[in-house]
Each structure stands twice: as C-alpha cells, then as structure tokens.
C-alpha cells in the first residue's frame, strides 16, 4: 500500500536547528540527484526562469503605455477629430432620449441599436416610412417591428434580449404605453421644437439636437445650458450633424451612412 506524501515532504522543509552537518550533507545529496530517476517533484515551485533587469518607466511617460479602449456601444458617428463617438445605449437603468432631427438619423440608430443585438420597436404614426427597413433589417430575423401609436405591447427586455423603443409620433407624442425601464431605453423623434419639448428634454438623459431654427435654437440653448457658441452653431449644422449633450457633456458628431444604409436610407437629409 501507498501513502501520500506529507505536506511538509511535498514543499520542503529546513534542517532542524542543531542538526550539524547532517542537513548541510543531505541538501548536497539532494542537488546531486537532481536528475535521479528518484528525485521527487519539488511541488508548487515551477522552473527556474530567466533573471532579467526590472523594468521601469518614468513617471512622466506612463501615459504611453495607455490603450485607446473607448466606450461600449454603438458607434453613431465621429467627433470634431474624427475619432468614433459612441453610444452605449443598453444599459441596465433607464435611459430616455430625445432626438430632435431628422427620420434619417432616427432610422440609422434603429439599424445600429439592431445590430448590437437589441430588439427595436418603432411606435410610429407613419409605418410606410419604415417598412423598407423593418423588412431589410436582421437578414430576415423579426428584430425591428413596427406598432400604431399607443399600441406598443410589453417588451419583456433583459440583460440577454435589450429593447430600443423608437417614437416616432409627430409634434406631439402623447404620453407612451412603455416607457423606459432596466435594459429598456426609449428615443422620442421631434421633428422640431415643440411645446412637449421641454419637458421630454428635462427629463432626458440624453438629448440630440440637428439643425433647428435660430429662436428654437436659442431656446434648446436656454433648456439644456448651453454655452452661447455652441447653441448658436445649432442653425447652421450640415445634414447628418447633431449635437449630443447630457447636463455634464457635450459633444458635435457627424453620422454617416454605411454603403448598406445609404443603399437603403438614401443620403444623410435633415429634412423628410
């Protein structure tokens, strides 16, 4: 019969105290039959590595060693140095978002949010608008569906099967049946400013501005805070371009089609 090795004969133990040369003698025994056929394996130590310098780099070069990681999300354009903006729009708490712009750009994150595995649901007075889309997107996969207004049924959205619901419901939007919730975000389309505006952009985590008129850009600028340059570019925006701000940040990104959504949107268009 076997028996198992002891802990201590497993990881080695030092010669006792008082031992004499005897331990000193037994260690040298052991090196010289280190490739015995009896050698036992010196457990839970490995080989023996290479012995290189340390490594060290100055404190004021550290942040060369950075990875440019950006955000999680969907990319919906790039920035004034045309890196790419992203927007991580699945989120495990509610998330609002007010678009005020153009059906295009509302179709382009519908096709994007698709793509990142979400299930979108368009609440929309004007369903032939989106039925070439609804049929394209998913490769035949149901992800986008299509529901009169105030008809949207119950999404049952989760961590695995995120929702974007999109409402598309004119000037006016009433009040909607689902509204956002945990992996549930919801995007409000206004054509323009509105008098349900300001309220849909107080409560907003995210708001989107397109090209609007001088007085509705002043008063977006008076509504979300911003500084007199930047609410004053929002007449004089180019189709596709749209101002992203949160109470904290704000950022110009312009959208552009990929061949496949050109093919299937047409050009970026502010208006419809």
């Not at 105030?150 to 099967?161: F, H, T």
């Not at 008129?213 to 340059?229: C, F, K, N, V, Y």
Request: charged content about 20%.
């Amino acid at each position: 019969m076997s028996h198992a090795a002891s802990p201590s004969s497993s990881f080695g133990t030092p010669a006792r105290s008082g031992s004499g040369g005897t331990g000193r003698a037994a260690s040298r025994g052991a090196g010289s039959r280190g490739t015995g056929r009896g050698t036992k394996p010196r457990f839970g130590f490995g080989l023996v590595g290479p012995r290189r310098d340390r490594h060290s780099v100055p404190l004021d070069q550290f942040e060369a060693l950075a990875l440019p990681v950006g955000d999680d999300g969907m990319v919906i354009g790039v920035d004034a140095e045309s890196r790419p903006a992203v927007l991580g729009i699945n989120r495990p708490v509610p998330y609002d978002i007010t678009l005020i712009g153009g059906l295009w750009t509302a179709q382009v994150l519908a096709l994007r949010a698709a793509a990142t595995g979400a299930r979108v649901a368009v609440e929309t007075g004007r369903a032939q608008a989106w039925t070439a889309l609804a049929q394209a997107a998913g490769g035949g996969q149901p992800c986008i569906s299509l529901h009169d207004v105030g008809r949207v049924p119950p999404q049952g959205a989760s961590a695995g099967s995120p929702v974007v619901v999109i409402r598309d419901c004119g000037m006016r939007p009433p009040r909607g049946r689902v509204v956002s919730a945990p992996w549930q975000s919801v995007v409000t389309l206004l054509p323009y400013l509105s008098p349900v505006a300001p309220r849909l952009l107080e409560k907003s985590s995210l708001v989107g501005v397109q090209r609007v008129s001088p007085d509705e850009a002043t008063q977006i600028g008076r509504i979300m805070s911003l500084p007199r340059h930047e609410y004053e570019a929002l007449s004089t925006l180019a189709d596709g371009v749209t101002l992203w701000c949160t109470p904290s940040d704000r950022q110009f990104v312009m959208t552009q089609g990929t061949d496949a959504e050109t093919g299937l949107l047409g050009a970026a268009r502010r208006m419809d």
